[in-house]
């Protein structure tokens, strides 16, 4: 299954990921730095500035700056990582960053229910504007 994640909130999308992972199925995400994060722009920033400085260089936890890293640690958190059947849904889930050369003339499937249109807001945060606040360069 390959997911266009453009205009998707990141959370939802990756619900939905984690489920069909846990079902067998292999999950392909592409265009992970054009998918939304809900909250307020300030706090979303500060949340991800501060859960970056956590630890130490050395021992951790160490928390990604990509985009695509990010939402497959989003879905690492949705998992029952430590124990095999979780480890072995994490391995099927791949995400990038655009849409690599593989995927070119392939269908993308979408997730309706995780669309941005469906908050009831306009208080969310583009992953890619996330990832250049963290020192990113896209």
């Known amino acids: 299954m390959i997911i266009d994640a453009s205009n998707l909130i990141v959370g939802r999308l990756a619900t939905v990921a984690a489920k069909k992972a846990l079902l067998g199925e292999d999950i392909n995400i592409v265009n992970c730095e054009n998918s939304y994060v809900s909250g307020e722009k300030f706090f979303v920033i500060e949340y991800f500035k501060s859960k970056r400085a956590q630890g130490s260089i050395r021992k951790g936890p160490f928390f990604p700056r990509m985009p695509d890293r990010i939402v497959k640690r989003v879905i690492r958190g949705m998992l029952p990582r430590k124990k095999p ?3 072995e849904a994490l391995g099927r889930v791949k995400c990038y960053i655009g849409v690599p050369a593989e995927f070119g003339g392939k269908k ?6 995780a ?24």
């Open 85 to 87: 059947r979780g480890r």
């Open 115 to 138: 669309d941005i249109s469906k908050l009831p807001s306009l208080r969310y945060v583009q992953l890619k504007r996330i990832c250049k606040e963290l020192g990113v360069q896209l």
């Open 108 to 113: 993308f499937e979408t997730v309706k229910n």
